[in-house]
């Protein structure tokens, strides 16, 4: 079954310590996002990449790094220059070309606390 | 800088009854507007979607109204049942490719 997979499901991290989430899909999409969600604040945008080796910054991506060597990946950082990481952080894929609907996949999601 | 702006927050509403969901943009330039419904725990799935060169859509239970002029466009769940408790997301597609730019949410709570 073609599908985006993101892990770990549930991740802790302590006080200045640098993590990395994960994400992959099988649907031979071109673009990947990574989204934050805190209760009340919607979808924020981190990251987008169109391609693999090229990504832009969304609305939200200090303290967070990301990287696309592969098509099929995305993985998040989020380091300690991130001061409030607490947050349910959401992986997504689709085509980048606007035929059809937006094709919008989306994982299940990796919850990051801090400790 | 919010470009889509959803409301209400949250809405509870008997088992049989309407669920309305509001959301307005500002940029003429998006031409896609989906809805993506959200259970907790799980990402977001897409639920319906809308151009704006038509003002109504309707799938089952669910319809979008499209008004173009007013910029606005809504959500409504007809005979709501539990099960279609969750969160409710509007978006928008701009210039740039693929990329949705999303509303604030709205968590719909349906009691039996």
């Known amino acids: 079954d073609g599908g985006i997979t993101q892990s770990p499901k549930y991740l802790f991290r302590k006080e200045g310590q640098n993590v990395t989430l994960s994400c992959e899909q099988n649907?031979?999409?071109?673009?990947m996002y990574w989204y934050r969600q805190d209760p009340g604040q919607g979808l924020r945008l981190i990251y987008y990449?169109?391609?693999?080796?090229?990504?832009q910054k969304g609305d939200i991506a200090e303290g967070y790094s990301v990287s696309r060597e592969k098509k099929e990946s995305f993985p998040l950082t989020v380091t300690s220059a991130q001061k409030n990481p607490t947050a349910f952080y959401l992986c997504?894929?689709?085509?980048?070309?606007?035929?059809?609907?937006?094709?919008?996949?989306f994982g299940s999601g990796t919850r990051l606390t801090v400790v | 800088q919010q470009q889509v702006k959803q409301s209400p927050q949250s809405l509870i509403v008997q088992k049989g009854g309407i669920s309305i969901i509001n959301c307005a943009y500002e940029?003429?330039?998006?031409?896609?507007f989906p809805w993506y419904q959200q259970f907790p725990g799980k990402g977001p799935a897409l639920l319906i979607a809308?151009?704006?060169?038509?003002s109504e859509k309707k799938e089952g239970r669910f319809t979008i109204s499209f008004n173009k002029s007013a910029k606005q466009f809504s959500l409504h769940i007809m005979d709501s049942q539990p099960g279609d408790s969750a969160t409710y997301f509007c978006?928008?597609?701009?210039?740039?490719?693929?990329?949705?730019?999303f509303g604030g949410g709205t968590r719909v709570l349906v009691k039996p």
């Open positions: 997504a894929s689709s085509p980048w070309d606007r035929v059809g609907g937006d094709g919008y996949t």
């Open positions: 649907l031979n999409h071109d673009a």
């Open positions: 990449s169109q391609i693999v080796n090229d990504f």
């Open positions: 940029n003429t330039a998006f031409d896609y």
């Open positions: 809308i151009r704006p060169d038509v």
């Open positions: 978006a928008a597609r701009g210039e740039a490719g693929n990329k949705l730019t």
